[in-house]
């Protein structure tokens, strides 16, 4: 079973905002490189050969798991002023989750693949296609 990472999304309001984000990155990499997209952090996971055997990473929007990435790499790597770092190498696809609520942390945390939130168009066929406040209201009121 893979195992997955959890991180807050600093900075997005919503999964709108991190699909713009990549989408804007992904237009400045150099043509013909590979599609993908890249987060750095300052840790390199020590669990990193689970990750990359089918792990996801899971991104908490407004206190709630709201959606993962597939992790492709974990690349660690020293950037120009001499401090180690790691790459994480994802898919550009964001696949919204259904929501789970979750607090504030600094760094990531491991998550087993049983306690993943499911992929939200597997567990609600239809919902996907919703905007985004409409399921958090929907949610909200108890009716999704």
Same mark, same amino acid.
């Given at each position: 079973?893979?195992?997955?990472?959890?991180?807050?999304?600093?900075?997005?309001?919503?999964?709108?905002?991190?699909?713009?984000?990549?989408?804007?990155?992904?237009?400045?990499?150099?043509?013909?490189? %590979? /599609?993908? !997209?890249?987060?750095?952090?300052?840790?390199?996971?020590?669990? *990193?050969? #689970?990750?990359? +055997?089918?792990?996801?990473?899971?991104?908490?929007?407004?206190?709630?798991?709201?959606?993962?990435?597939?992790?492709?790499?974990?690349?660690?790597?020293?950037?120009?002023?001499?401090?180690?770092?790691?790459?994480?190498?994802?898919?550009?696809?964001?696949?919204?989750?259904? %929501? /789970?609520? !979750?607090?504030?942390?600094?760094?990531?945390?491991?998550?087993? *693949?049983? #306690?993943?939130? +499911?992929?939200?168009?597997?567990?609600?066929?239809?919902?996907?296609?919703?905007?985004?406040?409409?399921?958090?209201?929907?949610?909200?009121?108890?009716?999704?």
């Amino acid at each position: 079973m893979p195992l997955h990472l959890v991180k807050l999304c600093v900075g997005c309001d919503g999964i709108a905002d991190l699909e713009d984000w990549i989408r804007e990155r992904l237009a400045k990499r150099p043509k013909g490189s %590979p /599609r993908e !997209h890249a987060h750095v952090t300052r840790m390199v996971p020590k669990r *990193a050969d #689970e990750l990359i +055997a089918g792990g996801s990473l899971y991104w908490v929007i407004r206190g709630e798991i709201a959606c993962r990435q597939t992790l492709l790499r974990v690349t660690p790597f020293v950037d120009d002023d001499g401090v180690g770092r790691c790459r994480l190498v994802l898919a550009p696809d964001v696949v919204p989750v259904v %929501p /789970r609520p !979750h607090r504030a942390f600094q760094g990531w945390r491991y998550l087993a *693949a049983a #306690e993943a939130p +499911a992929d939200l168009d597997r567990a609600a066929p239809g919902t996907q296609a919703m905007p985004e406040e409409m399921r958090r209201e929907l949610r909200t009121l108890g009716l999704l």
